[in-house]
């Protein structure tokens, strides 16, 4: 696992896969640091070297009324307090060149979506700020086109790039994950795998994305079976109500059960 570079990253020395989690968008100073005081508990205990996850604003909306922030300083400072209250590196999306900049101030990791992931200019201006970046691979990629989106990393100077599988479109409304694409992806970069990302329903005709919550075990045990270095995925106390792709977030109350679960299968695969 390429994480030595983060920041504050704890654990790395272990066999076990990393996290990156929280919640879809930044919402509120309150519900961010309820939110990652939970998942640090439990990735403590689990010995789960963990990266807490948040968008400062969300720009890829299918309607014009939908939720896209609370303020682009605001949240980013939600977001350095998060890392600086429990000690965790911080992740989050960034969708323009001066986002780059601007977010590199505030956070340890910066994420390329999956709808921008060929955006040159984005990717080297994600990479010339020094940060860790992680390349969501494109819904319309194959796993192997990763490849050229890690070298506009690395040929930019900066050797701390990962990639995540977020699935792959199937049909108009519909996600499916082709699990012969993380041992492809990882002679590229370290890879991880977007658990609830991958369980979206998008272009559903009310302008709301759906998702498939009940297959997050399924999707997540898939993925540590075929060796992936960290899962991603999202996680609300109340997703039902969330103002970001609340129907395909796991419930936090679930979270502490299914990382046991996903720690037990990993041991089980380094100790054959």
């Known amino acids: 696992m390429q994480l030595q570079n983060?920041?504050?990253?704890?654990?790395?020395?272990?066999?076990?896969?990393?996290?990156?989690?929280?919640?879809?968008a930044i919402e509120g100073?309150?519900?961010?640091l309820r939110i990652?005081?939970?998942?640090?508990?439990?990735?403590?205990?689990?010995?789960?070297?963990?990266?807490f996850k948040g968008s400062f604003k969300k720009a890829n909306r299918s309607r014009i009324d939908s939720f896209t922030g609370i303020g682009d300083e605001k949240a980013l400072k939600i977001l350095r307090k998060v890392s600086e209250t429990f000690n965790v590196?911080?992740?989050?999306?960034?969708?323009t060149n001066e986002d780059a900049s601007m977010a590199a101030e505030y956070v340890d990791v910066l994420q390329i979506p999956a709808f921008l992931v060929r955006q040159t200019d984005l990717v080297v201006a994600?990479?010339?700020?020094?940060?860790?970046?992680?390349?969501?691979?494109?819904?319309f990629m194959s796993p192997e086109a990763m490849q050229h989106a890690v070298k506009k990393v690395t040929d930019s100077h900066n050797q701390n790039v990962m990639v995540t599988d977020r699935g792959t479109m199937f049909g108009y409304q519909d996600m499916i994950v082709d699990f012969r694409g993380i041992p492809t992806m990882r002679q590229y970069a370290t890879t991880v795998l977007d658990v609830t990302h991958s369980l979206q329903q998008p272009n559903q005709s009310s302008g709301v994305t759906g998702g498939r919550p009940d297959m997050i075990e399924t999707i997540s045990r898939a993925g540590i079976a075929t060796g992936v270095d960290?899962?991603?995925?999202?996680?609300?106390?109340?997703?039902?109500?969330?103002?970001?792709?609340?129907?395909?977030?796991?419930?936090?109350?679930?979270?502490?059960?299914?990382?046991?679960?996903l720690v037990a299968i990993r041991q089980t695969i380094v100790s054959l």
């Open 230 to 261: 960290g899962l991603f995925m999202e996680t609300h106390f109340d997703p039902a109500n969330a103002k970001s792709d609340g129907a395909n977030m796991l419930h936090l109350d679930y979270l502490e059960n299914l990382l046991k679960n």
């Open 89 to 95: 590196p911080t992740v989050t999306d960034i969708h």
């Open 126 to 139: 994600a990479a010339n700020t020094g940060k860790t970046v992680n390349l969501k691979k494109g819904q």
């Open 6 to 24: 983060i920041p504050n990253i704890k654990n790395t020395d272990s066999d076990n896969f990393f996290l990156l989690a929280g919640p879809c």
């Open 29 to 32: 100073e309150d519900m961010a």
């Open 36 to 51: 990652a005081e939970k998942v640090v508990a439990i990735t403590d205990k689990l010995q789960i070297p963990y990266i």
